[in-house]
């Protein structure tokens, strides 16, 4: 049921009128088949009786909803509220069955001479359809409300549940920030003294990815093209603290840089590539990253030549930066991800990303594209 439609008032009164019309060509084909072999009267006659008769409900219709609401059945007032209704009910169903009576003596059987005693007599008798329809009203009173509430309630629940995981992504990310500037300040403090050249380059780059930052404030999702944008200035600065010993190359499908992705989830795992593969070796250290599409899902991998886990999976401690994406990746996606760590065969560590392949919009070509190699 479609809450909104029935939210237009005009859409209600529309719906009420057609199912009383229905209600009251079916009563007046009734009544013209009963009437067979015994008066003869012209269909257009029924159609005045029956549809005559149902219309009224109709008119009482939004009065009896009213007074549902009005007098409904919660809280300590159930009773009286009950018997307000059954006394009502008694007096509306008798007193649109005399106005039926009279509909019928007037205009189908066109009689001259009202005798009232009668009419009264016999709506008296044949009152119990209107009390049923006066109580079949309050059902569906009843039922539309509980079922609105009930509606209502689950959207009120969606915006909370969306809410609370808005707010857990956004202190994950922030989380991130101080993170990452912590790591960088340390790296700069370290290179004043040995490389005061190399520490301003340093600052200044570390103040573009700052305010390409600040720009991104508050999204959690953007295109892997910017994703990529944001991790090159990252690159450059890691660069510029170690120099030959790092080298990185970026290989992403074209068809893929328009993939939207979590904001900032690139980072945290080239850091620990850098600082766990690279930092810890004396030799050159390289770090390769790839993205493409596969089945519908997009396939990113961070690899690196360092040690990579000597004890296997049991020895890995995740920290702020991967911790965090873990639990960002099961807030936007629940089950729908993978990400592990696991050993290369020719040494080193490869930390495999997989999400839905879901386009911000249409990228262009096809084919592996060399996104950038440092």
């Known amino acids: 049921m479609n809450l909104d439609l029935l939210n237009n008032r005009r859409n209600v009164i529309l719906l009420v009128l057609i199912a009383w019309t229905l209600n009251g060509i079916l009563f007046s084909t009734q009544l013209k088949t009963a009437m067979t072999g015994r008066w003869e009267i012209e269909l257009w006659r029924a159609l005045i009786w029956g549809l005559g008769y149902c219309y009224l409900w109709a008119a009482l219709t939004p009065v009896v909803i009213g007074l549902t609401k009005r007098f409904s059945f919660e809280g300590r007032r159930l009773v009286p509220h009950v018997a307000f209704h059954i006394a009502l009910s008694l007096i509306v169903a008798y007193c649109a069955r005399v106005a039926s009576e009279l509909l019928r003596a007037k205009y189908v059987f066109r009689v001259e001479n009202l005798e009232w005693g009668k009419m009264l007599t016999s709506s008296y008798l044949d009152f119990d359809y209107g009390v049923m329809m006066y109580w079949f009203i309050v059902l569906a009173s009843l039922t539309f409300t509980a079922y609105k509430k009930y509606r209502e309630g689950e959207l009120r629940s969606s915006q ?7 707010a857990q992504l956004q202190a994950l990310k922030m989380q991130l920030h101080p993170h990452f500037l912590f790591n960088t ?108 599409r596969m089945n519908g899902t997009l396939h990113v991998q961070v690899r690196d030549n360092g040690k990579g886990l000597r004890k296997g999976l049991d020895e890995v401690k995740e920290g702020v930066g991967l911790s965090n994406t873990r639990a960002r990746l099961q807030q936007l996606y629940g089950t729908a991800y993978r990400f592990v760590l696991s050993n290369a065969e020719e040494g080193g560590l490869i930390a495999t990303l997989e999400i839905p392949y879901q386009p911000i919009e249409e990228g262009a070509g096809a084919g592996l594209t060399p996104y950038a190699t440092h």
């Open 185 to 292: 300040m340390n790296a700069i403090s370290v290179l004043i003294k040995k490389n005061p050249e190399a520490a301003q380059k340093m600052l200044t780059r570390l103040a573009e990815l700052l305010r390409m930052s600040l720009d991104q404030a508050g999204i959690q999702e953007v295109s892997l093209r910017q994703e990529m944008e944001f991790l090159d200035r990252y690159i450059k600065i890691q660069q510029t603290r170690f120099g030959d010993r790092l080298s990185v190359s970026m290989k992403v499908e074209d068809s893929v840089l328009d993939a939207k992705v979590p904001n900032l989830i690139l980072q945290p795992l080239v850091e620990n590539a850098i600082e766990h593969g690279v930092a810890k070796r004396s030799g050159p250290g390289r770090v390769a990253i790839t993205a493409v």
């Open 160 to 166: 909370l549940e969306t809410k609370l995981a808005q």
